[in-house]
């Protein structure tokens, strides 16, 4: 999403400035970004759910969940064993009242480690090599806890 809205911005840029952008411009050389998961959160919105995908874009899903789960690496919870650092994507479609919309991921299980953040309005991350914990670890691969929350600690894009 980040390079959709650079793409944007420039292209607002231009045309205040007067001049023309060249026409063969295009925003990344493998197309436009996001296009399944826009897909995948205009299916679900608004279901009270997180999901998360083991590549890109939203596909193949890991798991979804509409609650906490403290240890990704275990048998319990929504998300178990095999998709502890596996996530290559994720999804925010939650609708918890009380402010509670926003899901804080962590490096490690038990809430340790670095954290991010996908807020609500965010609705999601397609790709988690753009993103680093709060610590800088990288995202991608290493998501193994997560809960819901008010506020939105190291927020991704």
């Avoid at 793409?7 to 060249?22: H, I, K, M, N």
């Avoid at 990344?28 to 826009?38: M, V, W």
């Avoid at 874009?57 to 979804?64: A, S, V």
């Avoid at 993103?131 to 670890?137: E, M, R, S």
């Amino acid at each position: 999403m980040r390079k959709i809205r650079a793409a944007l911005a420039a292209a607002g840029l231009a045309v205040a400035l007067g001049t023309a952008l060249p026409a063969t411009a295009e925003a990344d050389s493998a197309g436009a970004q996001g296009p399944n998961c826009d897909a995948q959160y205009f299916a679900h919105r608004e279901d009270g759910n997180m999901r998360a995908y083991l590549l890109t874009d939203c596909n193949n899903l890991l798991g979804t969940a509409s609650g906490n789960d403290a240890n990704w690496g275990d048998s319990a919870g929504p998300f178990t064993a095999a998709d502890d650092n596996f996530a290559w994507s994720v999804l925010n479609t939650g609708t918890y009242s009380g402010g509670v919309n926003n899901v804080q991921f962590y490096e490690f299980a038990n809430y340790g480690g670095g954290t991010g953040c996908l807020a609500r309005g965010e609705l999601y991350v397609d790709d988690l090599r753009d993103n680093t914990f709060g610590n800088g670890a990288r995202a991608s691969n290493a998501i193994s806890s997560h809960r819901w929350s008010s506020g939105c600690s190291n927020r991704w894009t």
